[in-house]
């Protein structure tokens, strides 16, 4: 992880976020379902300046590990 540079700060800022399905059912097997996740991500990032390190499911939960500017 490198330093970020903004406006008026330098930042190195990472948010592990975990998102749970409800009820924890296994949802998330799918792989068609996993992708389609990460292109919203992807579209995400590209719309608000978020940079996601690493997407991963396991079934009942999604694990994004995600840089921002300290803005948000």
Excluded: Q, T
């Amino acid at each position: 992880m490198e330093l970020r540079h903004a406006n008026h700060c330098v930042y190195k800022i990472r948010y592990h976020m975990v998102f749970c399905v409800n009820y924890r059912k296994k949802l998330l097997l799918d792989i068609e379902l996993v992708n389609f996740l990460k292109n919203v991500c992807f579209e995400i990032s590209e719309r608000y300046c978020f940079e996601f390190d690493a997407i991963g499911s396991d079934g009942d939960h999604v694990h994004l590990f995600v840089g921002a500017e300290p803005k948000y």
